[in-house]
């Protein structure tokens, strides 16, 4: 993690200060409830979500209490979402340790999500942040459709490149792109410039979900279950470009294989292999790199500053990150 936080130096007082800040916002006088926050603030994620809205604020502007408040809403937001994924998913890690539903069951998990998505919402909310709360909110109904697009596909298990990205797109890009619009709606930027910093967070945050996908194929430990999304018969972009290249025989083996047998070693094997050997990752590796390049060229067009040399340094993290 050292180029993390290399990364953060620029902004680590922010960083600590908006600790005590989501702490505040997750707190509750139900002990069953404050107990699972609690837990879930000390396994605490990358926090990819917060530097990217200090950052876009710092760009042009002055980081302020309101950009606190857009950080905290985004990761509230963010945190709710992957505690609902991962009963959506049935995973039961998250960030190197079990996941909400793994220790309390899916009862719990979907009713913590949804309190944490109402803190979220509360707290924009109380302090008339209608433009961060408009951002945000159009980013998670863009989540749920793409999460549901994801399904539906799924269940089809047919689905093409173009569709892929057009779930990535929701599921994940929104979220990033509203990171970067709201750190620059914190310190006052003009609609334009808003749009700008929303475009670099719609790139990255595509090159960002090619990546995770890309890290399901990882023989390593990345703090979640790998082989997680063949399991639960999700095709990702490294599956799609393998079949396209396939025989119609081995495409056929290989969908039924998923169809049937989805979580067996022996199948998560044969499609691991059958990945590598028809260039799955690095074709995906390649697509992660173009939306990677578009997004740090409308980056470069930005005023120099120590948040854009930060900023640049984290679009790179994200492509070569390991977990
Ligand atoms: C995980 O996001 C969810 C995806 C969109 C793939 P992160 O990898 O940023 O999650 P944390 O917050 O660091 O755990
Ligand atoms: C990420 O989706 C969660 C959302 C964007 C809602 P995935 O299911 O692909 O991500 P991980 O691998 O569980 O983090
Ligand atoms: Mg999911
Ligand atoms: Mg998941």
Not at 45 to 72: D, W
Not at 124 to 142: H, M, R, W, Y
């Amino acid at each position: 993690m050292a180029l993390l936080d290399e990364i953060k130096t620029v902004i680590s007082k922010e960083l600590d200060e908006f600790e005590v800040h989501f702490r505040q916002s997750t707190k509750s006088s139900v002990p069953l409830l404050d107990k699972i926050t609690y837990y879930l603030i000390k396994r605490r994620g990358k926090q990819l979500r917060p530097m990217l809205v200090f950052l876009s604020a710092g760009i042009h502007g002055k980081i302020n209490e309101s950009t606190y408040r857009a950080a905290s809403l985004i990761e509230l937001l963010h945190t709710a979402t992957l505690v609902h994924d991962d009963v959506v998913d049935d995973a039961y890690r998250r960030r190197g340790f079990f996941s909400i539903n793994a220790l309390w069951k899916n009862k719990i998990a979907v009713l913590v999500g949804d309190y944490l998505l109402s803190r979220g919402l509360l707290l924009a909310i109380n302090n008339k942040d209608f433009s961060l709360l408009e951002q945000v909110s159009t980013a998670v109904k863009k989540m749920s459709e793409g999460e549901l697009l994801q399904i539906e596909k799924t269940r089809k298990l047919d689905i093409s490149e173009e569709e892929y990205f057009e779930i990535i797109r929701c599921k994940t890009a929104s979220l990033v792109a509203a990171c970067c619009a709201c750190g620059a709606i914190s310190a006052g930027l003009s609609a334009d410039k808003v749009d700008t910093m929303w475009n670099i967070g719609e790139k990255l945050g595509i090159a960002f979900q090619i990546k995770d996908d890309m890290l399901d194929y990882s023989a390593d430990d990345i703090g979640k279950p790998t082989g997680a999304d063949i399991k639960e018969k999700k095709m990702s972009l490294p599956l799609i470009y393998a079949l396209q290249q396939a025989s119609y025989v081995e495409k056929k083996q290989i969908i039924y294989a998923i169809k049937n047998h989805s979580k067996k070693t022996e199948t998560i094997d044969k499609v691991f292999n059958f990945v590598k050997a028809k260039g799955g990752l690095e074709y995906a590796n390649k697509k992660m790199v173009e939306y990677r390049e578009s997004s740090r060229a409308i980056l470069k067009e930005l005023p120099d500053s120590e948040y854009k040399r930060s900023f640049e340094s984290l679009i790179n993290f994200v492509t070569e990150r390991k977990n």
